[in-house]
């Protein structure tokens, strides 16, 4: 279900590096995935998505991992930036046809210089 | 292309006030719409969502309430403020059905002193 009120874990990453942000999801049902990038004070910006019929999707820099089998989905970032330095979430479909998105804890990412 | 807003961007207000925050999407009909609240350093909780003109769900009971005038317009509104009121608030908007992203507007900061 949705996840409010728990505080965010954090990753730090070194610059250059490259990073990984978990996340689980809560329905087999759920057929389409999302995952945003919430800098400070800003609305959350669409990443990349990936539908249940695929196992990885790559965009710029950015590759998303699905593993039905064990409802979990992955954001890897290549070459993490500073300006990546942000809040992640994943974000799933809700598959009972309601059209609402069910939203991961959310992950923050700190890049170290 | 499609646009969202959301004004306004800061909100200062005292308990008891009313409140009236207004959303709209331009370059697209029939659109899904959404209202989030973000405490600070937290996830994102769904608030109320609506399919169509003056068809709203409401998903948490709450001192809030909103309205859809027209078919791109969303409206959350509270009579008398609570401290507890305070938040982050984000409307956001997706093409209607499902199977795709929705799109963020940049936030309301409301803060209830």
Known sequence: ?113 | SQTIHQWPATLVQPVGSPLSLECTVEGTSNPNLYWYRQAAGRGLQLLFYSVGIGQISSEVPQNLSASRPQDRQFILSSKKLLLSDSGFYLCAWSVLGQGTEAFFGQGTRLTVV
Not at chain 1, 17 to 26: G, L, P, R, V
Request: net charge neutral.
């Open chain 1, 1 to 113: 279900g949705e996840s409010v009120g728990l505080h965010l874990p954090t990753l730090s990453v070194q610059e250059g590096d490259n990073s990984i942000i978990n996340c689980a999801y809560s329905n087999s049902a759920s057929d389409y995935f999302i995952w945003y990038k919430q800098e400070s004070g800003k609305g959350p910006q669409f990443i990349i998505d990936i539908r249940s019929n695929m196992d990885k999707r790559q965009g710029q820099r950015v590759t998303v991992l699905l593993n039905k089998t064990v409802k979990h989905l992955s954001l890897q970032i290549a070459a993490t930036q500073p300006g990546d330095s942000a809040v992640y979430f994943c974000a799933e479909d809700d598959p009972s046809g309601t059209y609402k998105y069910i939203f991961g804890t959310g992950t923050r990412l700190k890049v170290l210089a």
